[in-house]
């Protein structure tokens, strides 16, 4: 049961994490003509996770988790970026 809570946790942080390092190097290639607010795509990943562990796995324990994840990364990327 512990490990399929890590992994949930581990696989809800790593993919936001490198959409945000695609969408910087994307931005640093394109010379900042992508913009600050792309940098919540990040999330998006996250979101079908959430739609993964409830509907398909019926998994609600690591579902609240996806989703209580993608909220605190959606309130962290709102601070880093859009200051």
Do not use: H, W
Not at 53 to 72: E, M, Q, S, V, W
């Amino acid at each position: 049961m512990k490990s399929k809570v890590f992994s949930s946790v581990l696989l809800s942080i790593i993919l936001p994490v490198v959409i945000v390092v695609i969408v910087y190097l994307l931005n640093d290639y394109m010379s900042g003509e992508i913009g600050k607010k792309a940098y919540f795509i990040s999330v998006i990943p996250n979101l079908m996770l959430v739609r993964y562990y409830f509907i398909k796995r019926k998994d609600d324990l690591r579902g609240r988790l996806a989703l209580l994840i993608t909220f605190a990364v959606g309130i962290c990327l709102y601070f880093l970026f859009m200051k």
